[in-house]
Every structure is written in structure tokens, then in C-alpha cells.
């Protein structure tokens, strides 16, 4: 009764005739009941929450429940007429596409009604499915982690999201992992130089972060609840119960269980920093009152600055804690504290000065190289890469990065490993 209600409401033009017209519409008859609810409705919404419909169907019941008579009365009245309106974004918060519905949320997907609800797995046949084609993740454990990939079509229509809904919306400023314009270099050399370096690791990121809190952040950008619920289930998903029998332990076998960003989807890595804003804004805070920088990439959490041991201890101590009330668990084993004595290595960059790839690193690709310039490509490829050129032309990329003699004397022997098997064939 509260549900049909609130429909029929958000039929009207929001003023109380009309609102008490469309309820005894739906009842087929006057009855006293509905304009002391009607009353209680538009004391508490002074505009039609057309973006939440079953927020207002909650209300409506609440108001029914405590209304004198009104739950007494409700039961024995029978529904004639059943009105409905299509819900309406109230506001968007960013620039984001406007989807008022599901049909708009079809159409911007290009996908009929039908397909919608089956990526959307509204049945979860996905997650109960015993035959790979009905499934719409790949599914393979890696010794830490699972990774869920979704198939060709459903990546495509997380891409299309990805690009047009998510990339709008701002992440934390201290966020750099999955950014455009901030990428490890920058998460690492704002920590460079500094007496004391904290890293932490969040335990199983994205399996944290689960389908309620990516609906909340979709509600937040100001799609309505139907468009929120199904953006959500596109995004999110539930590891089927086959795949989770080999799962490495039971608490990592849990977390799957419940809906979750899947570690492989492309959406993922955009909503995780979404997600972890809240996180983001209480650590820089923290950092603030410590005196210290704080950034992060993906699960990786970095303070520097001037520390005492005491310090060092409480600021551990307050970050577990603030990640637990925003629903993550720092690892306890991966907490290092270097101090300018030691090697800071953050992101697998040496920042002690300034960012670089550890010496021995860079030593053992000058010998790959080398090598590959006297023997050819072949003979060195001694991992078997697929693609060993663009596999070393990568590398020298990475550790050349802003180190203009690395870079000149990586490139010169790139150069003569790509020309040595052109030469051994003539």
C-alpha cells in the first residue's frame, strides 16, 4: 500500500488537492486516511522526490504505521487503480549524462530493456550459473587475489561508463593511482626527501568496497534511485559459489560472497577512489595534525615527514582506525617505517633524493640490453615475453623517467638490441 502510494503521488503536480485526488484515485473512494498522510508527506518534501521513490514509499509507510486509525484503515482498503510516473532527476552534481530512468539508462547504453536486466543480473543467473557462457566474468586466482574479468560486451558497456559517467566526477586531491595526470612518480615524489616514511597497505581493496557504498556514491552524483540500483549492479558483482570453493581462505571467500567491485573490471579502479574520498579527506586531516603528507595509490598509503618514535606509533595507530570506520582493514604486515638511514622505497621507486628505480634494477636491464644488442632479441628473451621489444622498450620508459643520463645510455643500448637481429640476419 505505502509503495502504490507514493507512486501515485509522484503522479501529481505536488499540491495537496492533487495529491489527495491521486490517493483516493487509487483507492476507487474518499477515504479519511490518505489526506493526514498526504498532509505528513508535504510537510517533510516540500518539492516531489521524483529521484526516490522507494525513499518516499518508506516515509509513506512510516506515516501510515504511526498515524492514528490510518494502519487500521489501510488494511482493509483494497488498490483499484495502480498510477505510476517515471522517476526524474532532481540535480546532478557534476557534469555527468542526465539518465532519468531505466529507459534513458537503455537507451544511453544502447541496449534494450531485456539486455539491461541481463548484464545488470537483476536474477543473478550469473552468479548461480554452472555454464561459462552464462557468466559474465572470467575468473582466475592469483596467489593474492581474484581476478574477475568481465566478458567483451559487459566491458564495453562499463568503458562507455567509465569514460562518460565516472571520469566527470573529482577524486580526492591526494588520490594518485588510476588519475589522469598523477601516476606513481607523482604519489612517490611528494614523499621524497623527507626524514620519516610510512607506508601501509589496505587489505583486499576492492572486494571492500562493496555494491551499497558504489549505490550511495551514484545517488550522490544525483542519479535517481532505479538508475542508481542498476548503474550498481553493472559495476559491481557477486563471485559465483563454484569459484569461491577454491578460494585460498574463508575470510577472502566472504568478502567475495557479497556484491563487490570485481578486481578486473574497468570501472573499478574509478570507483575505488570515489569510493575512498571520505577515507582520503580523514587521512589528510590526520596528516595535517601530525605535520605530515600524506597521499595514496590504489591500496598503498604513504605519510612522510618529520616523526618520533611516539608519534610514529599513535599516527599507525589512528590510521587503522580510521580505515576500519570507512570500511577497510590495513594489513598488519605491510606496515614499513624508513627513516633517512634507510632505503625509502615507496611504489618501487628509491625516493631517499628524488624518485628512482633501484640501482640493481637498472644494473640488471643494462644487461639484458647489452645482451640482447650482442645475441639478438631471441637470445635474451630468456622469460619468453610475447612481445620482448615493446616488453624492453616499456622498462627502459619506466626506469628512465625523469633521469635525462639513465635515459640517454638506456636508450642508446635499446637502439642496438632492436638493430641486432637485422644485423645477425644479413
Known amino acids: 500500500m505505502a509503495t502504490a502510494l507514493a507512486d501515485a503521488l509522484l503522479t501529481t503536480s505536488w499540491r495537496r488537492e492533487a495529491m489527495i485526488g491521486a490517493g483516493w484515485a487509487l483507492l476507487g473512494r474518499p477515504t479519511p486516511w490518505v489526506p493526514r498522510v498526504v ?43 495502480r498510477l505510476v510516473a517515471p522517476t526524474r ?28 536486466d541481463w548484464f545488470a543480473d537483476r536474477r543473478e543467473i550469473n ?4 555454464d561459462e557462457p552464462l557468466r559474465h566474468y572470467r575468473y582466475q586466482w592469483l596467489p593474492h587475489r581474484l581476478i574477475e574479468a568481465p566478458k567483451p560486451r559487459l566491458r564495453a558497456i562499463q568503458r562507455r561508463l567509465l569514460d562518460h559517467v565516472l ?26 626527501g623527507q626524514a620519516v616514511l610510512v ?31 542498476t548503474l550498481t549492479a553493472l559495476t559491481t558483482t557477486r563471485t559465483p559459489a563454484r569459484v569461491l570453493r577454491t578460494a585460498p581462505d574463508r575470510a577472502r571467500a566472504a568478502m567475495l560472497r ?30 595535517d595534525r601530525f605535520g605530515l603528507h600524506y597521499s595514496r595509490y590504489a591500496d598503498d598509503l604513504a605519510f612522510s615527514g618529520a616523526l618520533g618514535e611516539r608519534q610514529t606509533h599513535d599516527l599507525i595507530s589512528y590510521v587503522r582506525g580510521i580505515a576500519a570506520e570507512e570500511g577497510f582493514q590495513a594489513h598488519p604486515d605491510k606496515t614499513r617505517i624508513r627513516r633517512q638511514g634507510d632505503r625509502q622505497l615507496l611504489a618501487g621507486l628509491v625516493i631517499n633524493s628524488r624518485p628512482a628505480v633501484p640501482r640493481e634494477d637498472y644494473d640488471g636491464l643494462r644487461a639484458i640490453l647489452h645482451n640482447a644488442g650482442r645475441h639478438g632479441l631471441a637470445a ?36 642496438a638490441a632492436l638493430a641486432a637481429p637485422t644485423a645477425a640476419a644479413s
Open 39 to 81: 498532509d505528513a508527506v508535504a510537510a517533510a518534501y516540500r518539492d516531489a522526490p521524483t529521484d526516490r521513490p522507494r525513499e518516499l514509499a518508506r516515509f509513506v509507510a512510516e506515516i501510515i504505521r504511526t498515524t492514528p486509525g490510518a494502519r487500521r484503515q489501510s488494511r482493509r482498503t483494497v488498490i483499484r487503480h
Open 167 to 192: 571520469a566527470p566526477i573529482p577524486v580526492h586531491e591526494r588520490a594518485h593511482g588510476f588519475v589522469a595526470g598523477r601516476g606513481v612518480h607523482t604519489f612517490a615524489g611528494s614523499h621524497a
Open 380 to 415: 635474451a628473451n630468456r622469460d619468453g615475453h610475447p612481445d620482448f621489444a615493446a616488453h624492453l622498450a616499456g622498462r627502459v620508459a619506466w626506469m628512465a623517467h625523469h633521469h635525462p643520463a639513465r635515459a640517454a645510455k638506456l636508450h642508446n643500448l635499446l637502439r
Open 127 to 130: 552468479r548461480h550459473a554452472r
Open 199 to 229: 607506508s601501509m597497505d589496505l587489505r583486499a581493496f576492492f572486494s571492500s568496497i562493496t555494491a551499497p557504498r558504489v549505490y550511495a556514491m551514484f545517488r550522490e552524483a544525483g542519479y535517481p534511485e532505479p538508475v542508481a540500483h
Open 258 to 287: 557479497q556484491p563487490h567491485l570485481p578486481q578486473g573490471a574497468p570501472t573499478s579502479p574509478a570507483l575505488a577512489n570515489l569510493c575512498a574520498f571520505r577515507l582520503d579527506r580523514r587521512l589528510t586531516g590526520l596528516a
Open 89 to 116: 532527476t532532481v540535480r546532478m552534481r557534476w557534469k555527468t549524462p542526465r539518465i532519468d530512468d531505466l529507459a534513458a539508462l537503455a537507451d544511453f547504453l544502447a541496449l534494450d530493456g531485456d539486455l539491461l
